[in-house]
Nanobody
Framework: QVQLVESGGGLVQPGGSLRLSCAAS????????MGWYRQAAGKQRELVAG???????NYADFVKGRFAIYRDNAKNTVYLQINSLKPEDTAVYYC?????????WGQGTQVTVSS
């Protein structure tokens, strides 16, 4: 099993930045794919960014260069750097990892973008 714990969310003004962290309970080198999803109120959960254990990344089209996903294998942590935040980025952000073909989710961290 894998436990994923997110942190780093909060209230930020438009144009601001946040760095979200996802700490895993085991080596992330053993987790095939990890990613960040988000779910806004009344909407479906959507993929924001993903990273394989080999470091290959992919992003949703709406990211448009504002987000960056990266990993620190020594800390078993995956990060999501979010820049130029917009009100429409307001959502609960979830970390996801696929381990032995089973998906695991964190509890989520709230990001609110408002002036």
């Amino acid at each position: 099993q894998v436990q994923l714990v997110e942190s780093g969310g909060g209230l930020v003004q438009p144009g601001g930045s946040l760095r979200l962290s996802c700490a895993a309970s085991r080596s992330i080198l053993s987790i095939n794919d990890m990613g960040w999803y988000r779910q806004a109120a009344g909407k479906q959960r959507e993929l924001v960014a993903g990273i394989t254990r080999f470091g290959r990344t992919n992003y949703a089209d709406f990211v448009k260069g504002r987000f960056a996903i990266y990993r620190d294998n020594a800390k078993n942590t995956v990060y999501l750097q979010i820049n130029s935040l917009k009100p429409e980025d307001t959502a609960v952000y979830y970390c996801n990892g696929v381990f032995r073909e089973r998906p695991y989710w964190g509890q989520g961290t709230q990001v609110t973008v408002s002036s």
